[in-house]
């Protein structure tokens, strides 16, 4: 079964002031550009806190944000479904964010909650553990933004149900 | 992440990897012989970020929007610190008018309603209730959950039709607001406002019966804005329950900072006193007089609950003082929606000149104090800010002390989240305080 489009939340998360960090708002920026249409794009920013916001009634979730994969070379664009068993583990304690509830826990929360959409993807950006506040981005940060944005009209568009039973149900 | 050894000489050390559920990086380190404490260093090891640095030369109407990058749970604090020591700069402060006052308690409403929430249910309170997390609790207290998330939710929304966006707020600027908020998306979320202080009243009694709070009674000093009338957000002298009472200027001069090896945050004292506390038991013990009624008549059936009048001498207690001063917050916002009309100007004209200005305001977690010196164009000379947690930090470490003792005989992991749970009573943001936790106990016999 197709979705409607409009119920379809894109959230990204990062901190433009903290190096490649800045993924996720530059994503939010991108896609704002062309103003797709049936999706809406939040940008949590560094409170991503928010998120449970805005999940009540969304059918589909893409979360874009800066990880921490361990194993992985920075730079590399992710691109997963959030509960796959062979998404790669992702290190929540982000030595750059201030993530007080991390996305992750929120997921989970939400799981727990029955707020959570059955589509959860995840379009993640490697990054380098050692980068910090106030450094410049790495040379490919825009290329990986543009990619990652096509993936996620890509994902608005052709995405499809795929029934998920809730984690703690 | 926790773990544990023993050395040559018999002492035991507890490591925490990184303390869950407050802002920042940090660490714990306790030293003891014995029942005895010989250290307690609260190790902030985050990276300083330099903003006083970067600040210089930058014109003064960027810096509200600059400071608010400082963190993501309370910007409008320092949106608020910022633009109020500026005015006295420019020498506009006392031009602000009082709708342009009330605008910014409107927005400071929504912030202490998000941040007090989001602390409440979902970082501290499954400490009280026995729960590794929040989304354990959630099992089997999903109701209360989601009433707080309708509430905290709420705090956003009236930080983003008052201020843009609710975080890092985009419409407050020094002088006022770049734009006065349409008082009909206001008004329409007086409904939904009224239904979330209904519910606030209820948790904040819940809050009050259902749990047992630790014994940790200390001899503080409490720090808060004190007004001649009111519960102050953003105004009033700064006074103390031992003797300060100074003007928002003179704050800087009153307290001294201080280098320590083991954190990268300054640590803030009393000149020829000591350690102070600052939040919302400092607040609320300092001016309950001047809440809002709805949370003023709520008051005395928390402390029958609890068992304690104010003054409330337990900082495990900032639990329910957050819920009552969210009631607060919610009451208040409330009353400026209902008389809000549109205001003739939104902020006050400045003509930019060299000035010095503090202020101070109350963030969620305390005074957060501001001061800058500006050059004839405007543009900064010096800034300097002191955060709620960086004041609080010495405190912290004393009550950790206090606490080591009571926890000496427990194994060392139920000691490491005894003292975790102490730590989030303070509701730290590192981040802000460097501008938080590995948990390390040293046992020595």
Known sequence: MSYSQNNLLIATCGNLMASDDAFGPMVARDLRQLNPSGIEVVDLDIRPAALLDYLPGRTGLILVDAVHAPGLTPGRVLDWDWFSPDRPELVNDDTMSTHGLSLAMQIDMADQLGMLPSYVRLIGLTIDPTLAVGQKASPDLVRNVLTAADLIRMHAEHRSDTPREPQYA | ?445
Not at chain 2, 8 to 16: E, L, P, Q, S
Not at chain 2, 41 to 54: C, G, H, Q, V
Not at chain 2, 187 to 216: G, S, V, W
């Open chain 2, 1 to 445: 992440m926790k773990d544990s050894k023993s050395d040559k000489a018999g002492t035991r050390t507890i490591r925490v990897g990184a303390l869950a559920r407050v802002e920042g990086e940090g660490a714990l380190h306790l030293v003891m012989d014995g029942d005895q404490v010989e250290k307690v260093n609260l190790e902030i090891y985050e990276p300083p970020r330099f903003y006083e640095a970067f600040l210089r030369g930058r014109d003064f109407m960027e810096v509200p929007d600059i400071t608010a990058r400082i963190c993501g749970i309370c910007p409008v604090a320092y949106q608020m610190g910022s633009a109020h020591a500026l005015e006295k700069a420019m020498g506009v402060y006392d031009e602000v008018t009082p709708e342009i006052r009330e605008l910014r308690d409107l927005l400071y409403c929504g912030e202490w309603i998000e941040s007090h929430v989001l602390h409440m249910f979902m970082l501290h309170l499954p400490d009280f209730l026995g729960y590794e997390s929040a989304i354990s609790m959630a099992a089997d207290h999903g109701e209360t959950v989601k009433q707080a998330l309708r509430i905290k939710k709420l705090g956003n929304v009236i930080m983003d039709v008052t201020a843009g966006r609710s975080v890092h707020p985009v419409n407050v600027c020094v002088g006022g607001f770049y734009k006065a908020p349409d008082p009909d998306k206001l008004k329409a979320l007086l409904p939904e406002i009224e239904a979330c202080l209904d519910l606030m009243c209820q948790l904040t009694l819940f809050l009050a019966e259902k749990i047992d709070y630790p014994d940790l009674e200390r001899d503080y000093e409490f720090v808060a804005l004190c007004p001649d009338e009111g519960y102050s957000m953003n105004l009033g002298r700064i006074k103390s329950n031992k003797g300060l009472d100074v003007d928002q200027q003179e704050f800087g001069a009153a307290i001294e900072e201080q280098h320590k090896a083991h954190s990268t945050a300054l640590h803030s004292i009393i000149k020829g006193r000591g350690e102070y506390l600052v939040g919302p038991l400092a607040r609320l013990n300092l001016m309950h007089e001047g809440l809002h009624p709805k949370a003023k008549e709520l008051v005395p059936k928390v402390c029958k609950l609890i068992g304690k009048n104010l003054p409330w001498q337990n900082n495990f207690l900032s639990l329910p003082a957050r819920g009552i001063e969210t009631v607060h917050a919610l009451a208040l916002a409330a009353d400026i929606i209902r008389n809000y009309t549109l205001p003739q100007i939104s902020r006050v004209r400045i003509t930019p000149r060299a000035g010095y200005g503090g202020h101070g305001t109350e963030a969620p977690r305390g005074v957060c104090w501001h001061e800058y010196e500006t050059e004839d164009d405007g543009s900064i000379r010096t800034a300097h800010i002191v955060p709620p947690t960086a004041q609080n930090q010495t405190t912290i470490e004393s009550d950790l002390r206090e606490l080591a003792r009571q926890v000496v005989a427990l194994s060392d992991e139920d000691a490491a989240l005894r003292c975790e749970h102490l730590i989030r009573n303070y509701d730290p943001c590192i981040s802000c305080s460097v501008h938080f936790l590995k948990f390390k106990r040293t046992l020595k016999s």
